[in-house]
């Protein structure tokens, strides 16, 4: 089947631009987890959907940074007013039941922003 | 909150020797500990993950061991293709809590030389 899909793959945006990144986790998924991969480094954990709920957002580096999931499937993670610092690769990733459960997590193939 | 140290961050072999790859965790509480790989540009993709209530697992050319009183934790690639060649993660979570942040090491970059 389907895996995670991710859009757009690649996105430049200047500073100061809002933009969107958009997750399409596997069908049926119940958790779906946002994370940032900067340049050589590890995924370090956003946010967490448990279906349409947000449980955990200790991840999101500030204010400028949210993320919905409103009908428990397709997941939106946005930034405003994008710094040069935000620029990394953004990593969505599903599993089939609630976190926290030790499943497999199924990663997208992220989106990388560039911010100028 | 937890943080894993993972080490070598490269490591060169030549094909058909073995790749060794150490983590350790700081959480006593953590109990499931998965492997990724990533290929350039790609996706990270689970490769073997090990659990608390075991201490080795193998699948074919891969296993990994765990060591929970030392809370350490090693990846083991025998028999080394160069197709073999990514960068690797180790992480580790406490599971079956309301704990839901995976937490990855910084990777290793396995290279394996034809």
């Known amino acids: 089947g389907a895996g995670v899909s991710q859009s757009p793959r690649y996105k430049v945006a200047k500073r100061g631009q809002d933009v969107a990144l958009r997750c399409d986790p596997i069908?049926?998924?119940?958790?779906l987890f946002w994370y940032q991969q900067a340049l050589g480094q590890g995924p370090e954990f956003l946010t967490y959907f448990q279906n349409e709920a947000q449980l955990d957002k200790s991840g999101l580096p500030s204010d400028r940074f949210f993320a919905e999931r409103p009908e428990g499937s397709v997941s939106t993670l946005k930034i405003q007013r994008t710094q040069q610092e935000d620029s990394a690769v953004y990593l969505c990733a599903s599993s089939p039941l609630a976190g926290g459960l030790g499943e497999t997590q199924y990663f997208g193939p992220g989106t990388r922003l560039l911010v100028l | 909150g937890e943080n894993v140290e993972q080490h070598p961050s490269t490591l060169s072999v030549q094909e058909g020797d073995s790749a060794v790859i150490k983590c350790t965790y700081s959480d006593s509480a953590s109990n499931y500990f998965p492997w990724y790989k990533q290929e350039l540009g790609k996706r990270p993709q689970l490769i073997i993950d090990?659990?608390?209530?075991?201490g080795e697992k193998k699948d074919q050319r891969i296993a990994v061991t765990l060591n929970k009183t030392a809370k350490h934790f090693s990846l083991h690639i025998t028999e080394t293709q160069p197709e073999d060649s990514a960068v690797y993660f180790c992480a580790a979570i406490n599971s079956g809590g309301s704990n839901y942040k995976l937490t990855f090491g910084k990777g290793t970059l396995l290279t394996v030389n034809p």
């Open positions: 090990i659990r608390s209530n075991v």
């Open positions: 069908s049926g998924h119940v958790s």
